[in-house]
């Protein structure tokens, strides 16, 4: 990620392309992180060859960060192309991974770190229910958390009614 101003929103550094693929092998092979892609739909649907790639847009990723509480998943999400943000594709993506975490692996609760100067995220996330619960001058981060009772899960469910579950499959099979 070359870019400094997603760099100053997510609060990450450049990696090397070592760095990058050993950090791919984590989220592949750890139990205790899960990944989105967030691909537009329209490119999707209107693609002529098979490169996802060229839909890619930003991803959403869930960490289970606390041994002792198996509820608890922080959440964070980028929505790396410029002309995709403010379109929804966040809240989509938050919604899809909260739901999944919810019916999939349990969660009950979630958070957000996000950086103080990060006011759409930071917005974003209240829409979702998120309140927040801290604030770090020394990291100069905000903590959001959502409690996700069950007229919280209902709500939840709700907004993501249409969704229809489908295994991944690769591409590169079809095309050999």
């Given at each position: ?57 930003g ?27 403010g379109q ?48 770090s ?40």
């Amino acid at each position: 990620m070359k870019s400094e101003e997603l760099q100053r929103l997510t609060a990450s550094e450049p990696l090397t392309l070592e760095q990058e693929y050993a950090m791919q092998c984590s989220w592949q092979e750890d139990d205790d992180k899960c990944t989105f892609i967030v691909l537009d739909a329209e490119k999707w649907q209107a693609r002529l060859g098979p490169a996802e790639e060229s839909c890619m847009v930003g991803d959403v990723n869930l960490f289970l960060t606390d041994p002792e509480d198996p509820t608890l998943g922080e959440i964070e999400v980028m929505i790396a192309e410029p002309s995709c943000r403010g379109q929804g594709f966040g809240t989509e993506a938050a919604l899809l991974m909260m739901s999944y975490g919810v019916t999939k692996l349990g969660l009950t609760k979630f958070e957000a770190k996000i950086g103080q100067g990060n006011e759409p995220s930071i917005r974003m996330f209240q829409k979702l229910h998120f309140e927040q619960v801290a604030l770090s001058s020394v990291f100069q981060e905000v903590t959001l958390r959502l409690t996700v009772s069950e007229p919280e899960r209902q709500w939840l469910l709700a907004q993501t009614s249409h969704v229809e579950e489908k295994a991944y499959r690769d591409g590169s099979a079809e095309h050999q």
